[in-house]
C-alpha cells in the first residue's frame, strides 16, 4: 500500500500514512489497531507515530481510545498542532474533532483473550513486587509493608509472525526520508501503559540527512536505549545500514540478554537492513522491502545475533 502510494505521486509522510494505516485495518497480526491486545481490564488502546525527516516534526498518540486511525490521528497532530505528542481520553478529543469516528475497539475476538486470560488468574501480567503475588493470582494489587525487590527474568517465547508492532521506514526518489509505527502495545498491559512505539527515536526515527530506523519487541525494554535514534546516527558516521541495526541490538543485550527485539534500518541511497536478539522461539527476524529493484514486495529474512 505504501509502494503504491510513492508511485502514485504521493508524499513519503503520505505513504508511511496510508501503510501503517493498512495495518490498522487489517488488524496485522493482531498487534494493530483495533481488536488486539486487550490491557489489564479488557480494553484496547493504540499508540502511533509518524516522523517527517525533512523538518524534523513528528506527531503522535499513545493510550489513544476509541478511535480505530491511530497513525491517521498522529499525522494531524502535526499538520494542525503544534505539539508532538497527545495521549489518553484527550488524545481522542482531538481526533474526533479532526473528523474521525469515535468507536469501540473491543471485538469478539479481544473479549474472549481478555476472559481466558482472567481464568489463568491473570497470567502472564506486568506487576512485581505486589501483594497479593502476582504471579499466582489477579489484584488489586498494592506494594507490600516491607519492600524485597527481587529481579524478574523472563523470557518471551515468540514465533517468526510475532512481531507486535507495524514499523515502516519510506526513502523518496530524492532521498527524502519518512517513518512511522502503529500498535495497540503489550497485551495485557497495566492501563496507562505506553511502549516504544509513539516514542521519536524509540519506535522510530528519520532524518533526510543520513536515513530511518523503526524497532518492533519488548517496548518496556527497547524505549530505554533510544535505538531508532542511535541506529540513525551511526548510518551518519557512513555505518551500513545492517550493521547499524547490529550494533544497536548489541548494546541492548548488555543490559537485558534475553530481551525480545528487531530493527529495521534504511541510508537515504537506499541501502537496508535489519537485525534482531536471539532467543528461544525467535532466531529469525522477517521484514517487507519494496524498491525499483525488486518487482514485487519481497520478503526478506536476517538471523538473528
Request: hydrophobic residues 35%; aromatic residues 8%.
Amino acid at each position: 500500500t505504501a509502494w503504491r502510494v510513492l508511485q502514485s505521486g504521493g508524499s513519503e509522510l503520505d505513504a508511511v500514512e496510508r501503510g501503517c494505516g493498512q495495518c490498522e485495518i487489517d488488524q496485522c497480526d493482531g498487534s494493530v489497531g483495533y481488536g488486539g491486545s486487550p490491557d489489564e481490564s479488557g480494553e484496547t488502546t493504540l499508540d502511533a507515530m509518524i516522523m517527517d525527516g525533512n523538518t524534523m516534526e513528528v506527531g503522535a498518540v499513545a493510550d489513544l481510545r476509541h478511535v480505530k486511525n491511530a497513525v491517521g490521528v498522529a499525522r494531524k497532530v502535526i499538520e494542525y498542532t503544534k505539539h508532538t505528542l497527545l495521549v489518553g481520553e484527550s488524545a481522542s478529543l482531538f481526533a474526533v474533532r479532526m473528523g474521525f469516528p469515535y468507536e469501540d475497539l473491543t471485538t469478539q475476538k479481544s473479549l474472549s483473550v481478555y476472559s481466558e486470560w482472567l481464568n489463568q488468574n491473570c497470567q502472564p501480567n506486568y506487576w512485581k513486587n505486589v501483594v497479593p503475588d502476582s504471579s499466582k493470582s489477579c489484584g488489586p494489587y498494592k506494594q507490600p509493608e516491607k519492600v524485597t525487590y527481587k529481579e524478574e527474568q523472563t523470557i518471551s517465547q515468540r514465533s517468526v509472525q510475532n512481531h507486535d508492532t507495524i514499523g515502516m521506514v519510506v526513502i523518496g526518489g530524492s532521498g527524502t526520508v519518512a517513518s512511522g509505527t502503529s500498535t495497540n502495545g503489550a497485551v495485557h498491559k497495566i492501563p496507562g501503559r505506553v511502549g516504544d512505539s509513539p516514542i521519536a527515536g524509540a519506535g522510530s526515527y528519520a532524518d533526510s540527512t543520513a536515513g530511518g530506523a523503526a524497532a518492533t519487541g519488548d517496548g518496556d525494554i527497547m524505549m530505554r536505549f533510544l535505538p531508532s535514534y542511535q541506529a540513525v546516527e551511526y548510518m551518519r558516521m557512513g555505518i551500513d545500514p545492517t550493521v547499524a541495526c547490529q550494533k544497536v541490538i548489541s548494546r541492548i543485550q548488555k543490559y537485558a540478554p534475553n530481551f525480545f527485539g528487531a530493527v529495521i534500518c534504511a541510508n537515504t541511497t537506499g541501502s537496508y537492513g535489519a537485525a534482531c536478539n536471539k532467543i528461544p522461539g525467535f532466531t529469525q527476524f522477517h521484514f517487507m522491502v519494496s524498491s525499483p529493484l525488486l518487482s514485487q514486495p519481497t520478503e526478506q529474512v536476517v538471523d538473528c545475533i
